[in-house]
T-cell receptor, first 111, second 113 residues
């Protein structure tokens, strides 16, 4: 069983601040997806990273896939209340078509 | 709306009844995945289906749970003789190819009373 850890589990910060959340494992993955989930809704796909060292930007969000493809980070600059939600990383289980979901980082942005 | 559709959004069943959850994938997607999410927990994979075939059901409980994805119509997750522990949010996702990006529906929240 591959272990996946997301940190921090909870984060409450002021509007305008920056933050980084992490997704770590001891396993190598072929790709990794980041999702955001709001209460009562399904996860919404934000990005997919495939290549070790890859960096992708989506407006104020910057996603990085570790060189060894075992970890990933999500950096948000100047957070806004609309960024509030549960951020989930989901690496693809090697050798299968399954994605493994972490328990996520629950972000609350204070206005 | 070309997104993944799930219905019903909310379902209440008494212990011992059957629950049927439906999922219509995005247009052009023939791969469907079902997940279960308990409060404060991550999404747990249940089953992966292609049209008329179950590809991977390693996450499905051995009893009472079944899934299908017929040639025509939505994918169905069926839970027989529900128990309180089945209360959860059930999500389906679809993709155009095996292992490709998965797009999720809004989920069905099952409450067993």
């Amino acid at each position: 069983t591959q272990l996946l850890e997301q940190s921090p589990q909870f984060l409450s910060i002021q509007e305008g601040e920056n933050l980084t959340v992490y997704c770590n494992s001891s396993s190598v993955f072929s790709s990794l997806q980041w999702y955001r989930q709001e209460p009562g809704e399904g996860p919404v796909l934000l990005v997919t990273v495939v290549t070790g060292g890859e960096v992708k930007k989506l407006k104020r969000l910057t996603f990085q896939f570790g060189d060894a493809r075992k970890d990933s980070s999500l950096h948000i600059t100047a957070v806004q209340p609309g960024d509030t939600g549960l951020y989930l990383c989901a690496p693809r289980d090697s050798g299968t078509y399954k994605y493994i979901f972490g328990t996520g980082t629950r972000l609350k942005v204070l206005a | 709306n070309a997104g993944v559709m799930q219905n019903p959004r909310h379902l209440v069943r008494r212990r011992g009844q059957e629950a049927r959850l439906r999922c219509s994938p995005m247009k052009g997607h023939s791969h469907v995945y079902w997940y279960r999410q308990l409060p404060e927990e991550g999404l747990k994979f249940m089953v992966y289906l292609q049209k008329e075939n179950i590809i991977d059901e390693s996450g499905m409980p051995k009893e009472r749970f079944s899934a299908e994805f017929p040639k025509e119509g939505p994918s169905i997750l069926r839970i027989q003789q529900v128990v309180r522990g089945d209360s959860a949010a059930y999500f389906c996702a679809s993709s155009p190819l095996p292992g490709a990006e998965q797009y999720f529906g809004p989920g069905t929240r099952l409450t067993v009373t």
